[in-house]
């Protein structure tokens, strides 16, 4: 297990042991160790072989016994002993949106509801209200969060799906006899949420066999669906399909191009076929029967040279959505898109005077090494307490520090700047006197969240006006697959950060990709400046750029509509002219 894996692990029995009524102290150990685990740089097969997980804070020996045992036999027998104690719909239940173990407890000791199914029944028959501590509004908090869960059920995260697809494909590309491979469909189009996993292969046939054994004999297999002779499909163990397709070597840009999708891009591709008197489909082009075209079907050894045959400019996979891509193909107007290697820095970062797990120094060492030109920090301010926000104080003890830490860095640019919230009314959480002292502010919303559309919008743009705000972070404050984002009029938004010389992130954390990918595109046409941004808690965080570079490039973006590519002289003079509301 990787240590991801392992901290879920531990999550599950902390959370189960809450549902047993254990001492919160002891229930509070394993997600502290959970997240212990998260955070640390290494790997965590270092601290194994060492025995050394006990020099992770929070991890004494009775722990690093348990996370020994969880990654070296890929269980654990106190979670399987947890587990008899409930029936599974108890653990199903806690998916729920806002339904934590106290709320699933009370519910499953008072009630004997052990299912979601049985929940939405109580709640249905307002029985739930009878309880105290419980009442409507609750009822109607958890029927919405079950609508939730169903609009959700068959949908995974991008990182966890394509994660999930490079683990696959790094063991068929072992296989000899294979010579091209490629995940196709929704994930090579960088949509935010994917459905399933579609791997294709291109091998010769007597290697064909092989090629499946080494798929359906992967760890991660949790059930073989199907295995015929140019098709095998498996359920994961984290529950997503996946179909490995073996194809012709003349056939597989064809299969790319027709695997890849999406849906409503190739029907309109194939529409266009037919105008040149040609049928395509996955395995290649060919003459209709009695079309009086006499244009010759040309050879095709990459999906490059099917889009030329339709006199169209390539467009990239995750343009593909028919969203005007095939219009601005015929004109030869599909920009150059940004790249991951465009990427110099990201400035939404937090460290150990918030709630992320490394120092400034530390950082700064993580940025370094990942080749970055320049680094921004920016903390919590004070109002978001549960996240470690900083006091006046401390913020101002924080700003001398990373003052004196940029002195003394010559090799990377530090940026100082600070995550604000915004409060209810509009107004920012600092005064200006503080604020001033930034390089640059972030602004974003962290508390009540329920809000028509009219008060979201009226808080945004507010807030957008703050002389101080530079960069409005996470817009729409959605976490895919949990929580909806507040009802908000993106337009309106993107018009006021537009005229009053305002930056967007793309915030790239898997959970978020916020702004949404349908919006930059009128983004940009604003002129708006956007910057990717991790929102990075932790260095396993820092790398969630390249997310946000895929959302960019479905949005259209070329490096010049994103600072992070920017020369730090550049970033530095845009800055100073924003706080000059120049």
């Excluded at 587990?83 to 599974?88: E, I, N, S, Y």
């Excluded at 339904?99 to 307002?126: N, R, T």
């Excluded at 098709?231 to 890849?260: G, H, M, W």
Aim: glycine residues 6%; aromatic residues 6%; contains cysteine.
């Amino acid at each position: 297990m990787d240590k991801q894996q392992i901290a879920d692990t531990l999550d599950t029995i902390g959370t189960l042991l809450e549902l047993k009524g254990e001492n919160p102290f002891r229930t509070r150990a394993y997600h502290n160790a959970a997240q212990a685990i998260r955070n640390i740089n290494e790997d965590i097969d270092q601290y194994i072989e060492n025995r050394t997980l006990t020099s992770i804070k929070g991890i004494g020996k009775d722990l690093a016994d348990k996370i020994t045992e969880i990654a070296l036999t890929g269980d654990s027998n106190q979670l399987k002993e947890l587990k008899k104690q409930f029936p599974d719909g108890v653990l199903a239940m806690l998916r729920i949106p806002g339904l934590g173990p106290k709320k699933v407890k009370l519910l499953f000791d008072e009630l004997h509801i052990s299912s979601i199914e049985q929940l939405k029944d109580a709640c249905q028959k307002h029985i739930l209200r009878d309880i105290k501590g419980l009442g409507p509004k609750t009822e109607e908090n958890i029927l919405a969060g079950i609508e939730q869960i169903n609009k959700s059920a068959g949908k995974f995260l991008y990182n966890v799906a394509k994660q999930a697809a490079d683990e696959i494909v790094s063991v068929i590309e072992k296989v000899n006899g294979v010579t091209k491979y490629e995940i196709a469909g929704s994930i090579r189009r960088r949509k935010e949420i994917i459905g399933d996993i579609d791997i294709l292969v291109s091998t010769q046939p007597k290697t064909v066999e092989k090629v499946f054994d080494a798929f359906v004999q992967h760890p991660l297999i949790q059930k073989v669906i199907a295995r015929g002779s140019t098709k095998a499909s498996a359920v994961l163990k984290n529950n997503i399909q996946c179909d490995v397709r073996v194809i012709e070597n003349k056939e597989f840009p064809f299969a790319l191009q027709y695997f890849t999708g999406s849906k409503e891009h190739n029907v309109e591709i194939r529409s266009r076929a037919k105008k040149y008197g040609w049928s395509l489909n996955e395995y290649g082009f060919t003459r209709i029967k009695d079309s009086t075209s006499q244009k010759k079907i040309p050879k095709c050894n990459s999906e490059k040279d099917i889009y030329t045959a339709l006199d169209l400019q390539y467009i990239p996979p995750e343009l593909r959505e028919n969203m005007g891509e095939i219009e601005e193909a015929e004109k030869g107007r599909i920009p150059l898109l940004i790249e991951n290697s465009d990427i110099n820095g990201a400035f939404h970062c937090h460290t150990t005077y918030s709630d992320g797990a490394l120092t400034p120094e530390e950082l700064l060492k993580v940025a370094k090494s990942n080749r970055w030109k320049f680094i921004g920090i920016a903390d919590h301010s004070k109002s978001a307490a549960y996240a470690g926000g900083m006091s006046i104080e401390t913020a101002k003890e924080q700003i001398q520090h990373l003052r004196h830490l940029a002195k003394s860095n010559n090799d990377i640019k530090l940026f100082i700047g600070v995550e604000c919230d915004i409060l209810p009314d509009g107004n920012l959480d600092y005064p200006d006197s503080l604020l001033a002292q930034y390089d640059y502010v972030i602004v974003s919303i962290h508390s009540k969240f329920k809000m028509s559309e009219d008060e979201a919008t009226h808080r945004i743009c507010k807030a957008l006006q703050h002389p101080f705000a530079t960069i409005l972070g996470h817009p729409t404050g959605r976490l895919l697959l949990e929580r909806e984002g507040y009802p908000l009029d993106i337009k309106a938004v993107i018009d006021t950060a537009s005229k009053h010389r305002k930056l967007i992130e793309i915030n790239s954390h898997p959970m978020r990709l916020d702004l949404d990918w349908r919006w930059l595109r009128y983004a940009k046409e604003k002129g708006l400046l956007l910057c990717i941004n991790p929102d990075a808690h932790n260095a396993e965080g820092l790398k969630d750029v390249e997310y946000g570079v895929g959302i960019a490039r479905k949005g259209w973006l070329e490096p010049r509509n994103v600072i992070n590519t920017w020369t730090n002289t550049q970033i530095e003079s845009l800055l100073i002219s924003l706080k000059k509301g120049e």
